[in-house]
C-alpha cells in the first residue's frame, strides 16, 4: 500500500469529475479556494476554444478537511461539469441510449478506435468521454493538495512553455533565474518565460487556427527547495525519476520526457555532462551546475529538479486539415474533421505537469518522513534538511 | 497487488544477484539457458572496460521451475559475482570493516553523496555497491523470463543504438526495416543498426579512451506483434506509456524517454503527427505511419512499440578529465578519477532496455488477460487477437 | 497496482459518503436501484436507534455508468448526508471552530482516545466522524456493484446472524441449507435463520435496552457458485483466505473470524477435521462435508464459501451502564455516557461482511480471468468452469 | 508501493528457499545467528517427523547487510534444503521428467486437487511442493529480520500454545502475566505455558500418534510495547487488525483469527466488553483490562497486541485413519494415507505467527515514522513514544 494513493474519476461531459485522495496528513491547512486557483490556471491559455471560456471549473470538498484544516482521513473532491445539464441526455446514467447519437467514427491521434476494441464498445462515445484531457482537471486539484503541503517545507513548484509548434524560447530563457521564468510565464496566455516573445507565439497559434491546424510544444516543470535524499537507488521502482517519468508520461498527448538537460547529455562528452561537487561551510554539499535536473541515482540531489516534457498537436483538427479514418461499423473511410476546436494545450499541460510533480514529490516526501500528523512531520524534515546541511 | 511481481538484490560485489518474480503463469517453457544467452548480451558491447571479460554471467534458478516448465510458484533467480572471492574481506556481511578501505570521496554524477546523507552512511561504498548498473544483470534476467513468455504469443523485442556521442544513425537508418536494424545491431560490438558505420562507432570510441572521456548515447527498443489495448485510459497509473516511461528512466544513467517521434512531435503542425486509420479486410484497422510508437490513449494500438532513450555519459572517468568534488570527513576537494573504466555502457543499457519493455508488457498482458495456467492465458490471446481484427 | 481498487471517503455527519471504484470491467449492467436495495438492507435491524429510521441511504452514481452499463471507468458513488444541514456549523469545511463544542471525553472501546493521539487533536470530533461505522456504507455500495458481477456468473453471496449476545442459533440452524437460512434472515428483523427464535432474540434486545446495555454477536456470511481456484498458495498474500481474514476484521468492532469449522477445527482429530473427496461424471470432484468452508491451500475449492465474524457490543451505553474515561484536556474522569444509541448492530454488519467478501472474491476473480470487457471476462469464466468439472 | 515488502520463493524439496525483503532501513544490526536461532524454534515442537531432525535450517544473507548492519538495499535470505541432494531428479529444473513418480492422488485438506485444476497439472507433485508449510521458513527469517528492528524500540514479540485437540489451558494460564507465558513456552517442547501441564500434552500427542492421527491446536502471539497509533481509521485497508487477520489467516492450516477477547466478547453485554481508559502522571493513559488485545479503531493502543489462531489438525495422515479421496488421472478412489507424519504442527506454527505479526508491526512502523536511516527514524519512534505519554 503506497502511502499517498489517490483515484480520480469522471467523464467528460457527466455529471462531475471526482477525486478522493488518501494519506494526506492531518492539521494541513487547506481551502477550496487555494485548489481553485490552481484549476483557473489550468484553464487559461491563448488558443483554447470554447469550452474553457463557458466552464469555469469549482471544486467541492466533501470530506477530509474541517475548519479549513485537513483531518489525516481521505479527501473527496468533486468538480461539477457545468455544462451537464446539456447532457443528461447522452450521458444519462439509468435509462435507454439515443442510438442515432452514438459515435461510430474513431479520430486519429485519440484513444477511440482502440478503446472501442479493449472495452467492446459499439459507441466510441464511451471511451473519448473518459479519455478526454478534461480527466487532468482532478489531477490539478489532488496536485493542488499535494502543493500546499509542499510549500509548508518550502519546496515551490512552477512551470513555463519553452516551446509551441517550431518556435522555441530555449535559448532566449538561459539567462534568466528559474523563478523569474516562472513569473514571466504567470502573466503570459502562452505561459512563455520571455516576455518580448509573447506576441510571437500568439500570432502563430492565429496562424494554425487559421489554418485549422493544431500545435504542440514543450514544457518545462520545476521543484525548488527539495531536500536531497527522495526516492532511491535500492530497487527500480523506488527511483523518483522513473516516477517523474510516469508521472509525466501518462499526461494526454505527452510524448517525451526529459530530466535536467536529458537528450542533450547523450551528446556529449563525460567531462561536460555532470555536476561537479562543492561544498560550503552554510549550505554544506552543492553543485554550481544542474545537468542533472536535480536528480542523481534516482534520488533527489538538492537541486532544483527540472522535468521537460514533450506534447504532440491535440489531434482534433478543423476541417481543412482533417486526417482520414475509418467508420467501424460501415468500415467507410470517412474525413475525421471538427467545426472547432482548442489549437494547443501546452500551457494548460504545463500545469497538469506541476500537478504530478507535485504529487510525485509529495509521495516521496512521505514516504521518508512518515505519516500522520503533519506538524510532527514538518519537524522531522526539517531536522533532516539541517543534517543535510551538516553532513 | 500487481499481477506480476519482481524485488531484485545484491550488491556489486557481493556474493550474489538475486531476483524474485512472482506472478508467471504455469506451463511456460523456461530454460536457464535462454536466460543466459540475454545475460551474455547485457555483456557486450566495445568500449567496455575490464570486469566485463572477466565475468560472464550464469544464472542460477532456484525456485519455480521443474523439468523446463514454470510451475506457477515464484521464481529465483541467482547470479554469482564471480569476482566474490576477491571481495570477501571488503563485503563481509559479518565482522568488522577494515577502516582504511572506506570510501570518502563521492563521485559526481553518481548516487555517492546523496546516497551516504540519505542512509546515514561514512562509508560511501555502502551506497555504490547498490546504486551500481551491475544490478541490471537480474532486471535482464527478469526481462528474460517476460521475453520468453511474450515470444510464445508472437511478441518480439528487440533494440538498437541511435548514437553515441554526437555520431548519430538516426538519418541513415530510416529506410531499414525494425527486425532488420535489430539483425544489424545483434551483430555489432556497438549495436548500430547500420552495418557500413560500425568503424566509425569504434574510432569515436578509441578516441574518447585515449583522451580519459566517457560516452553517452540514445537507443531505441521495439516490441513487435503487440495486441491492440494493453494499458489503459481510465486511470492515470495505468496508462501503458507513462509504465514505460518509469522502467526506461529508471535505467541507471538515463536521462529522456521518447515514445515513437517523441519530442519531434511537439514541433509539427496537427496534420502531420498523428496516424491515419485504415482498415482491410485480413487485417482489420492499422495505420500506415507509426508517428505515435504505437501507443495512443495510454494504450497500445497494434502497431510496433517504439521507445527511445537518452543515457549520459557515465560519470566515472580516467586521469585526464577527472572532475571536482569533495571528501565527506575532511571537505577537502579532490580530483574524481580512476585508473580505467568503460568508456560507453549504450550498447549494454539498449539491452537492459529490453528487458524493461518485456517486464511492462508481459505485466500488462496478464493484467489483461489473467493468469495461472499460460496454456489458458494463451487460448484467450490468440482469441482476442482474432476479436481486434475482426472489430 | 491491483486488478480492482476502491478508495472511499468521508465523514458521518459530513455532506456526502464518497467512494470510487476502480477496475470493474465494461458492460456490466448497474442501477442506482440495485445498489440502493442493498443500502437499505445496512440500514434495517432490530434495536437500531434514531439515526437509522430518519435517514434513507440513496446513491448516485457520478461516474462510470452510462445507460445502465458500467464504461470500464472509475465509478463514482455518493451517498448524501441527509442531515448535512443541521451539521453545517459543526462541520464546516471552512471556517473558524465553536470552541465549545469541541469534544474532550475519548469513549472506551472507540478510536477517539488513540485516534487524538496520532493525529494531534484537541477535538476528538476529528477521529470520531472517520472512525464510525456510518463509513461501512459506501463499502456496502462497493459490494454492491460487486455482487452484482458476481451474479453474473453464478455467485451468490448471502448471510444471518448466528448469535447477539448469549443466544445463538448455532446448532438450531443445522439442518437448514444455506439458502434457506439466507431467506429466513432476510424476513427477520434480527437477521435469524431460524425464524421461531426471532422473538426471542428481540426481547433480549428489548431487555438489553431497558437495561442500557448494548449487545454484540456472531454473523455469517457465504458464497455459493465460486469456482475452484481463486487465490493461491504460492505467495503468503495471494491467500484468499488471508484476503477474506483482512476484509472482514477491518469492519467495525469485529475482533474474530473463522473460516468454515475455524476454531472448532482445532479441537478435533485429523480423521475428523477434513473433507473427503469425491468425483461424479457430471460436477467432477466434490466433498460431501465443508468443514473447510470452501477454502483449502489459500485457494477457494468449489463449495461453498463460509465465513464468521464475531463482533463486540456496541461500546457506546446509555445512562445506566456507563464506562469509566478521562478528559483529554483536564486529566479529570468522567462517565461516557449517551441519553441513546443502538441497542445492537450484528445484523447490519452480516450485511457489511455480504459487501467485504463480494469485493474480495471480485478482485480474484478478475485477477484470475482478466479484464476489461465484461463480455469477453464471462465467457472466460464459463470456460473454466467447464474445466473444472471435466478436470 | 508498501514501504516495507517481500517476496519469498523456493519449493519444498527444491535447491534452497529464498526470500528478498525490500524496506529495511540502513543501520540496524543484524546477523545470520539471529536468524538461525528463530529458523531453530520453528524446527522445534514435539510430535514432529523425521525431517525436523534431519534438516537444520541456517540462512546465508546474500544481500543487503555488510559488517553486521543492513545497507538499506534488499536484504536477500537464502535456506538451503539440505536434503535436496535426493531430489536432484524428481526436482530438477531442467531436463525431463520420470513419469512413473507423478504423482496423481489429490490428498484431502491440502491444496493439491484445486491447484491441479488452477495451474493445469498433471503431475500435483507440482502444487504441493510449493503449498507445504515448508514456505514458512522464510516468513520465519524475514520476521526475524523484523523483530530485530523492533526489539531496538522496544517491541518484543513472543507466543505460547494455548490448546492442542482438546486440551486447553486457557483458563490455566490467565494468572500468569504474558512475558512468563512466554518464558514458560520457551522451555517447553509442546510451547505450553504452563509447565506443570507439559507431560499430558505429550501424552496427547503420543496417543494421537499411535492412533495415526493427527491433532490442531490453538496458538497466542503478543506484542508489549508497541506505540499507541499504529495502524488507521481512515481507510478500511490501513486497519492493522485487518492486516494481522490477514497475516495470520495466510499462515497454512489456519483458520480461525482472534484480536484480544476475539469471539468471547461477542457474548457480553456492552458494559463488560470495552476497556476503560484511565490516566497516570508518568504513564498518560491507560487502560487496566486488555479484552481488545491491543488494538481498538483499528490502531494499537498502547496495550500489549494479543492475536489468537485457530490451526486445524495436520491433513496427512497415516494408515490407520485415512481419508478417502480420488485419482485425478483414473477417477479411481484411494485412500489417501502415509507411513509417517508430523503429528501436530501448532508450536511451529506459534513461532510463525511471530514472525507475520513482526512484519505487520514493522510496516506499519515504517509508514508511521518514515523510512531510511534506522539511527534517524529510532530518534522519532522515542520521541512519539514520549508525546503519547504527555498528550
Keep these: 500500500m503506497g502511502v499517498l494513493r489517490f483515484l480520480n474519476a469522471g467523464e467528460s461531459h457527466g455529471p462531475a469529475l471526482t477525486a478522493i485522495i488518501?494519506?494526506?496528513?492531518?492539521?494541513?491547512?487547506?481551502?477550496s479556494e487555494y485548489i481553485n486557483r490552481e484549476l483557473a490556471r489550468r484553464q487559461q491559455g491563448y488558443g483554447r476554444g470554447g469550452r474553457m471560456k463557458i466552464e469555469k471549473d469549482r471544486v467541492e470538498i466533501l470530506s477530509g478537511v474541517r475548519f479549513g484544516k485537513t483531518l489525516g482521513?481521505?479527501?473527496?473532491?468533486?468538480?461539477?461539469?457545468r455544462d451537464w445539464e446539456?447532457?443528461?441526455?447522452?450521458?444519462a446514467v439509468e435509462g435507454q441510449p439515443v442510438e442515432k447519437k452514438e459515435i461510430k467514427n474513431p479520430r486519429p491521434g485519440h484513444?477511440?478506435?482502440?478503446?472501442?476494441?479493449?472495452?467492446?464498445?459499439s459507441d466510441l462515445r464511451n471511451v473519448l468521454e473518459r479519455a478526454s484531457a478534461r480527466e487532468t482537471t482532478t489531477r490539478v486539484a489532488v496536485g493542488a493538495v499535494c502543493k500546499r503541503l509542499l510549500e509548508d517545507v518550502g519546496i515551490t513548484i512552477g512551470s513555463y512553455v519553452v516551446s509551441i509548434g517550431e518556435l522555441s524560447v530555449k535559448e532566449l530563457m538561459q539567462e534568466i533565474p528559474l523563478e523569474e521564468r516562472f513569473k514571466n510565464a504567470e502573466k503570459s496566455e502562452v505561459r512563455i518565460p520571455v516576455p518580448e516573445e509573447d506576441e510571437k507565439f500568439k500570432k502563430l497559434i492565429d496562424l494554425a487556427?487559421?489554418?485549422?491546424?493544431?500545435?504542440?510544444?514543450?514544457?518545462?516543470?520545476?521543484?525548488?527547495?527539495v531536500p536531497a535524499g527522495l526516492g532511491s537507488y535500492v530497487q527500480w521502482d523506488r527511483r523518483i525519476d522513473g516516477k517523474i517519468a510516469q508521472a509525466f508520461m501518462s499526461i494526454q498527448a505527452i510524448k517525451g520526457v526529459e530530466i535536467g538537460e536529458g537528450f542533450q547529455l547523450a551528446g556529449k562528452f563525460g567531462s561536460q555532462a555532470h555536476d561537479e561537487i562543492f561544498w560550503g561551510k552554510e549550505r554544506g554539499f552543492y553543485r554550481k551546475t544542474n545537468r542533472a535536473g536535480g536528480v542523481e541515482g534516482g534520488m533527489t540531489n538538492g537541486e532544483p529538479v527540472i522535468v521537460r516534457a514533450a506534447m504532440k498537436p491535440i489531434p482534433t483538427l478543423m476541417r481543412k486539415k482533417s486526417l482520414r479514418s475509418v467508420n467501424i461499423e460501415t468500415k467507410e473511410p470517412?474525413?475525421?474533421?471538427?467545426?472547432?476546436?482548442?489549437?494547443?494545450?501546452?500551457?494548460?499541460?504545463?500545469?497538469?505537469?506541476?500537478?504530478?510533480?507535485a504529487v510525485v514529490i509529495a509521495e516521496a516526501l512521505l514516504e521518508k518522513f512518515g505519516n500522520d500528523d503533519w506538524n510532527e512531520i514538518k519537524e522531522r524534515i526539517f531536522q533532516y534538511i539541517q543534517h543535510t546541511k551538516e553532513y
Tied chains: 1, 2, 3, 4.
Excluded at 22 to 31: D, V, W
Design 22 to 31: 488518501e494519506g494526506i496528513p492531518s492539521n494541513l491547512e487547506l481551502s
Design 73 to 81: 482521513s481521505p479527501i473527496t473532491l468533486m468538480v461539477r461539469n
Design 86 to 91: 446539456n447532457w443528461t441526455d447522452i450521458m
Design 111 to 121: 484513444a477511440d478506435l482502440t478503446g472501442g476494441i479493449k472495452y467492446g464498445f
Design 209 to 225: 487556427k487559421e489554418e485549422g491546424e493544431s500545435l504542440g510544444g514543450v514544457f518545462e516543470v520545476f521543484a525548488t527547495g
Design 334 to 357: 470517412f474525413d475525421a474533421a471538427k467545426e472547432r476546436s482548442d489549437v494547443t494545450a501546452v500551457p494548460a499541460a504545463a500545469v497538469v505537469g506541476e500537478a504530478m510533480l
